[in-house]
């Protein structure tokens, strides 16, 4: 402390004032990075939100007293705090979003709620379901569905609801995979919707995905992949991962067919139906003779003549129709035209007595049983015209490139951008500061003291350093106080005077550093005795 008042009394006003603002400002920085350090990571506590839900997240935090901050349009929270208050506030039904579901039918009471209210609020409650589940995803933001369904309308026939769905994307642009699923999803949840039926709009305007038949098969493409991962899977399953190469052509139908046939057999009878008919007739004949007497009333008629007559008739129809078959075929776009497969496989390597390498394809025994199973797995039509092509070749070895990947201790640490901007602009200036300001002040401060000649005019304003003449009768005494106190320094170095003054000037010129190393401990040797 005594040195550094000394060093500080030595300076004059306008490098005190420097000295002091320096110092100040180093600690001020230390501060700042020891407060930046200490203070709890931000991390995204919601994000995307509209401006009514964000209100409300912000205010739910404020009663709380919990530390925010807002950034355009996201809410940050300290991270040991976001998975809290996210469980928190959705208990609390926070954020709304504008999504409520089935809990608007919760609202609805009895008494003077009609059905168009109740069916309205029940598509209403329908499409916020959806648009929480397809928010759900971690590649959308927003979503928005809109359902049209007219099943309340008795006097339309045959129509079909439909849906549009309004989403935009987190970060990267939504696939045409992940169209189709919204597309499926949607397409489940509501009775007699199609997925040919929705629409998938992203925040640019533009339908994400072809509107594909659902019960459409598979394109070209991904049957390739198909049969390629099926019989990648076998063939390496014997000759080992890297070892072989597999590529599938499918060749699919692209147009729609439909065929009717109807045949008629005219040697093939079938009855249809029998009708039976049955008649029968009955006649009676009575003959007479006509006398006087048959003709008076107590009269005996005379001698008469009966006979009986009886005639049945049966008749049989019988219906045939003719043998008739009627076939219908209905082709849709994606069956297997032509298929084609070709599999390389590698073979072995021998090392031969002088040590030269040789490559040794694989046998035409286990070639050809390779063969029939790559032709089991890919459903091998001859009559198709399918191709089947395995051969065993020289396959090079390709070392990977890079640098072997490993765990890193970044992802534990929750720093964001600005607050390493923010240490590293802090750290930059503490260091500018000490290196050139305080450090060239403070060495100036020390400057070692300069001895003057006798003949030497002291300067007209205090210097801070010495002025003086050393003057010594006994150059013997000095001597022997030189050696003491500097061990290794000469009693005169190069000096040919008789002189005792010139000859300590003469070694004062050439052993400056010495000369105030002893005088430095000569001033302290006097202030411990003081």
Known sequence: MQQIGTVWASLDRRKQIIVAGAVALVFLGILAMSRIATAPAMTLLYAG?????????????????VAYEIRGGSIYVAGSQRDELRMTLASEGLPANGNRGYELLDTLSGFGTT????????????????????????????????IA??????????????????????GAQITGDQAKAIRFLVASAVSGL?????????SNGAVMGAQENAVAADTADDKARQLRERVLRLVEARVGAGNAVVEVSVDTVTETESI????????GRVAISTDVEERSDSARNQSADVTVASNLPDGDGGGSDESNSTATQTRERVNYEVSE??????????AIKRLTVAVLVNGARTIGEDGTETFVPMAQTELDALEELVASAVGYDSDRGDVITLKSLDLPVVEPQGTLVSASIWPDIHLDAMSLIQMVVLAAVSIVLGLFVVRPIMASAVTPPTLLPATAQPPEEPAPYLVGEVAIDDSAEFTALAEKMQPGVPAIAGSTSEDAVDRLRNMIGDKQEETVEILRSWLEESEEKV
Do not use: C
């Open 49 to 65: 939100l509209e401006s009514g839900a964000a209100g409300d997240i912000v205010r739910s935090l404020e009663q709380r007293g």
């Open 260 to 267: 009717r046939e109807r045949r008629f057999d005219p040697n």
């Open 149 to 170: 369904n007219s099943s309340s309308n008795p006097f339309q026939r045959s129509a079909e609801p439909t849906a549009s769905v309004s989403v935009v994307p987190s």
């Open 194 to 202: 199609t997925p040919e039926n929705v629409a998938v709009i992203d």
């Open 115 to 146: 059905s168009q209210m109740f069916d309205a609020a029940y598509w209403r409650a329908k499409e916020g379901e959806l648009a929480r589940t397809v928010v759900g995803s971690p590649h959308i933001s927003q979503a928005r569905v809109h």
């Open 325 to 334: 078959t009627e076939l219908e075929v209905h082709r849709a776009p994606g």
